[in-house]
Nanobody
Framework: QVRLVESGGGSVQAGGSLRLSCAVS????????MGWFRQAPGKEREGVGT????????WFAASVEGRFTISQDNAKNGVYLQMNSLKPEDTARYYC??????????????????WGQGTQVTVSE
């Protein structure tokens, strides 16, 4: 069993930065993909960025490419999302995910069984 706890959300003005953290505990040895999703009120859930914990290769949504970066703790007990140049449209609840994915296809289209409770990010004009 894996437990994920996000932190670091908050309110910021457009152009500002936030760093989200996700503490991962439990049976993490088999995890090979970790990442972040978000969901705004009235909108579908969106994959923000994911990372292959074996290779370090990451994927980002086009809407955040170049502004967000993702990193991991080598012990697979943490994954982080650095968000720069934030925009009001980045306002959402952000969720951390972790799982084992066949062929290390660490993409938001993959299924992730382990989710955190989320942390709210609000970006004002």
């Amino acid at each position: 069993q894996v437990r994920l706890v996000e932190s670091g959300g908050g309110s910021v003005q457009a152009g500002g930065s936030l760093r989200l953290s996700c503490a991962v505990s439990g049976d993490t040895e088999w995890i090979n993909c970790m990442g972040w999703f978000r969901q705004a009120p009235g909108k579908e859930r969106e994959g923000v960025g994911t990372i292959d914990t074996d290779s370090g290769i990451s994927w980002f949504a086009a809407s955040v490419e170049g502004r967000f970066t993702i990193s991991q703790d080598n012990a697979k007990n943490g994954v982080y999302l650095q968000m720069n140049s934030l925009k009001p449209e980045d306002t959402a609840r952000y969720y951390c995910v972790a799982d084992f994915v066949e062929n290390n296809f660490c993409h938001p289209e993959s299924e992730y069984a382990n989710w955190g409770q989320g942390t709210q990010v609000t970006v004002s004009e």
